[in-house]
């Protein structure tokens, strides 16, 4: 089971990281039954800890109210090597932003992607390019 952040399709990647997310035993259940919205998620590292901002990950319809709040921050784990490469990517002004989450084993994981923003000219380029490759098969 693999969900996507179609927001993704924006960003020019240079590298990317593979790294586990503490959630609730509610998340869980909610993410095998339904689709967590990406909008506006991020990627931020405070106090030597990378943590997932924004990403809404719905209720789960038979858990009992303990968590009201559907975007609150998760942590993300990785080694400290990954977390300083993450951090100089970071000063170098690059974005870090979840491109999906999918379950490896019985573990969620979540695919970081870390690049910026394409601008409206380069994805143009992009789609010219895909369409030209379509003409020619």
Request: proline share 3%.
């Amino acid at each position: 089971m693999k969900h996507f952040n179609k927001e993704s399709l924006d960003y020019q990647f240079i590298d990317k990281f593979e790294a586990g997310i503490a959630l609730t035993g509610s998340d869980v259940k909610s993410l095998r039954t339904q689709t967590p919205q990406f909008a506006n998620s991020k990627i931020e590292i405070k106090n030597g800890q990378p943590i997932l901002f924004n990403l809404n990950i719905p209720l789960y319809k038979y858990s009992q109210g303990q968590i009201t709040d559907t975007t609150h921050e998760r942590n993300l784990l990785l080694s400290e090597k990954e977390i300083a490469k993450l951090l100089s990517f970071r000063n170098q002004k690059y974005m870090i932003i979840p491109i999906s989450i999918f379950t490896k084993g019985h573990w969620f994981k979540v695919e970081l992607g870390v690049g910026r923003k394409m601008r409206k000219y380069e994805k143009r380029e992009k789609i010219k390019d895909r369409e030209l490759k379509r003409n020619l098969r």
